[in-house]
């Protein structure tokens, strides 16, 4: 198993260019989840997807889009990049069928540099 | 949502148990103790998590306080792949499966040989 992938490894962009970084998962995990990490800060949830269909905004939503193509994969666009979105993206999954506590598994991250 | 104090950093030599403290004085009934930890340029991964009792894994053991206001993460014998950040999160979960983890800072444990 792969786990959780996320592409592409590093990007830049430049102010106002879009892009979309993908991410999927092979575990059959239900809930998807993107996070962003700042320099020397922890992880902010930016949006998450509890089941396939579903999104729902996380802490620092403003300036991104998601979309739940299949239970898989779970994707993350700027529509209108902005300085202020240089960070370290992490997209992770969690089994998360019915309540309880379900571990999340984390890609290796996408490392986006906006000029 | 309840939050969690954590020191910047601790140091550790190869080998030798690590004790990490985490207060969570605001702590209520229904959140899990969770620990993360995120190695040098690599996503996050779970350590463990606890309610009420201590708990023992294959990576670490998590010690609650009977008032369950603080938790302390051990590593056993840290070895120099444990040099990390490690994350204390108080995790409340939701019906649907959807768990909301809210990091820290963390505490960046240097381990030296």
Known sequence: ?115 | DAKTTQPNSMESNEEEPVHLPCNHSTISGTDYIHWYRQLPSQGPEYVIHGLTSNVNNRMASLAIAEDRKSSTLILHRATLRDAAVYYCILLLWFSGGYNKLIFGAGTRLAVHP
């Open chain 1, 1 to 115: 198993n792969a786990g959780v992938t996320q592409t592409p490894k590093f990007q830049v962009l430049k102010t106002g260019q879009s892009m979309t970084l993908q991410c999927a998962q092979d575990m059959n995990h239900n809930s998807m989840y993107w996070y962003r990490q700042d320099p020397g800060m922890g992880l902010r949830l930016i949006y998450y997807s509890a089941s396939e269909g579903t999104t729902d905004k996380g802490e620092v939503p403003n300036g991104y889009n998601v979309s739940r193509l299949n239970k898989r994969e779970f994707s993350l666009r700027l529509e209108s990049a902005a300085p202020s979105q240089t960070s370290v993206y992490f997209c992770a999954s969690s089994a998360g069928t019915g309540e309880g506590i379900y571990e999340q598994y984390f890609g290796p991250g996408t490392r986006l540099t906006v000029t």
